[in-house]
């Protein structure tokens, strides 16, 4: 079964047919012209604004995820504004790290929403995968991308950055969100 995967990063759909791989779904890039203004206040809803517009330019199953790092002391901050809480992903790391210089309670955690639109139009599944960690004091690892460096994961002694891919795709908040995706998918085979 193919399913658009909202989003034009290929890194991204790339881990997430990772993630898939043996499940009989394959995710694919929207086609041309796919390019949403992500308004909303929430991942829920930047969510759905994201596989509402990949529906309508496939009409088929579409999928969006939105994600981002929120840390506690920062009031949830980036959140939504993750991805553009600077110019380029070693700006927002600095910007992270600067604003919690001295700053005791370091947990944070990544959030990814995704919902998962039919071929009618309609919002056929919606959920949100989480995986908790804190935020270090450096940099440290080079796999992964965006955060992942800053995001020390609960209980691994690791940051994201630090994990192999593999791992990564065991624990994180995307593949956490996915199995949920893929086991609705699966029951809904099952049921037709």
């Not at 056929?124 to 270090?136: A, R």
């Not at 994201?160 to 994180?172: D, Y």
């Given at each position: 079964?193919?399913?658009?995967?909202?989003?034009?990063?290929?890194?991204?759909?790339?881990?997430?047919?990772?993630?898939?791989?043996?499940?009989?779904?394959?995710?694919?890039?929207?086609?041309?012209?796919?390019?949403?203004?992500?308004?909303?206040?929430?991942?829920?809803?930047?969510?759905?604004?994201?596989?509402?517009?990949?529906?309508?330019?496939?009409?088929?199953?579409?999928?969006?995820?939105?994600?981002?790092?929120?840390?506690?002391?920062?009031?949830?901050?980036?959140?939504?504004?993750?991805?553009?809480?600077?110019?380029?992903?070693?700006?927002?790391?600095?910007?992270?790290?600067?604003?919690?210089?001295?700053?005791?309670?370091?947990?944070?955690?990544?959030?990814?929403?995704?919902?998962?639109?039919?071929?009618?139009?309609?919002?056929?599944?919606?959920?949100?995968?989480?995986?908790?960690?804190?935020?270090?004091?450096?940099?440290?690892?080079?796999?992964g991308f965006g955060y992942d460096p800053i995001?020390?994961?609960?209980?691994?002694?690791?940051?994201?950055?630090?994990?192999?891919?593999?791992?990564?795709?065991?624990?994180?908040?995307?593949?956490?969100?996915?199995?949920?995706?893929?086991?609705?998918?699966?029951?809904?085979?099952?049921?037709?």
């Amino acid at each position: 079964m193919k399913i658009v995967l909202a989003s034009s990063n290929e890194h991204k759909v790339k881990e997430i047919n990772d993630i898939v791989r043996g499940s009989g779904l394959e995710f694919i890039l929207p086609p041309a012209g796919f390019d949403p203004t992500e308004d909303g206040r929430t991942f829920e809803e930047n969510s759905l604004i994201k596989a509402k517009a990949a529906w309508e330019l496939s009409k088929t199953w579409s999928l969006a995820d939105d994600s981002g790092l929120c840390i506690n002391a920062l009031g949830g901050k980036p959140g939504i504004h993750s991805a553009r809480y600077a110019e380029t992903p070693r700006k927002r790391i600095e910007r992270v790290l600067n604003e919690m210089k001295g700053i005791g309670d370091r947990k944070a955690h990544f959030a990814c929403c995704m919902t998962l639109i039919n071929p009618n139009g309609g919002v056929e599944f919606s959920y949100t995968g989480f995986c908790s960690g804190s935020i270090t004091e450096e940099a440290r690892g080079t796999n992964g991308f965006g955060y992942d460096p800053i995001f020390l994961v609960e209980g691994r002694g690791k940051t994201m950055a630090e994990l192999s891919e593999a791992e990564k795709n065991q624990i994180s908040h995307r593949s956490n969100a996915l199995r949920a995706v893929i086991g609705y998918l699966t029951d809904l085979r099952y049921s037709l």
